[in-house]
């Protein structure tokens, strides 16, 4: 079974929809991210939490908001979704012991489309 | 703040010839830096990283970058390429341990590379 596992893997909505993508992982690792990924733009960093009581923005969080239920489980929530947050998405995870952090897991992505 | 740039968005290659991936970086600090492949329909996996020691670092599937850090460039290479090898490249930096950006990846365009028979 896959480490870093991301519900739904494809999703299409209407503009205006609210709705969440969420993460699970069995890394036991306490660091979490949300990336999106726009063609020619790389991956950009949405959110990402330290543990489960440590949340902190990225580049871009206008528009999205996260929930770190557990350890093992991080999601993101688009409350109003608009067109150009169309993208892939990415959770991933790190272990923060020095010479494991600088290593990230992805998981295999959310592809989104926002009509 | 760092950020990476990517030099070229895409190249195409012959099966077997040799390939280089070009990827400069700024930072006003001191850097790791890192290499992730992206295969079709798939997350980034890493390839190799760069965090002290030799600058010539060697990862999976025979690729390797080396670190200059008087250039500010970390060029990913292989001497001959497969199909196997068609994907998207990512370089990424991260903050040196110590501060509050420690563990975060900044990461460039990406590179498609395409390995054709």
């Known amino acids: 079974d896959a480490d870093v596992t991301q519900t739904p893997r494809n999703r299409i909505t209407k503009t205006g929809k609210r709705i969440m993508l969420e993460c699970s992982q069995t890394?036991?690792?306490?660091?979490m991210y949300w990336y999106r990924q726009d063609p020619g733009l790389g991956l950009r960093l949405i959110y990402y939490s330290f543990d489960v009581k440590d949340i902190n923005k990225g580049e871009i969080s206008d528009g999205y908001s996260v929930s770190r239920q557990a350890q093992a489980k991080f999601s993101l929530s688009l409350e109003s979704a608009i067109p150009n947050q169309t993208a892939l998405y990415f959770c991933?995870?790190?272990?923060?012991?020095?010479?494991?952090?600088?290593?990230?897991?992805f998981g295999p992505g959310t592809r989104l489309l926002v009509l | 703040a760092q950020s990476v740039t990517q030099l070229d968005s895409q190249v195409p290659v012959f099966e077997e010839a040799p390939v280089e991936l070009r990827c400069n970086y700024s930072s006003s600090v001191s850097v790791y830096l890192f290499w992730y492949v992206q295969y079709p329909n798939q997350g980034l996996q890493l390839l190799l990283k760069?965090?002290?020691?030799?600058?010539l670092v060697k990862g999976i599937n025979g690729f390797e970058a080396e670190f200059n850090k008087s250039q500010t460039s970390f060029h990913l290479r292989k001497p001959s390429v497969h199909i196997s090898d068609t994907a998207e490249y990512f370089c990424a930096v991260s903050p040196l341990a110590g501060g509050t950006s420690y563990g975060k990846l900044t990461f460039g365009q990406g590179t498609i590379l395409t390995v054709h028979p």
């Open positions: 991933a995870t790190s272990d923060p012991t020095p010479g494991y952090l600088e290593t990230q897991y």
């Open positions: 760069y965090l002290s020691g030799s600058t």
């Open positions: 890394k036991g690792h306490d660091r």
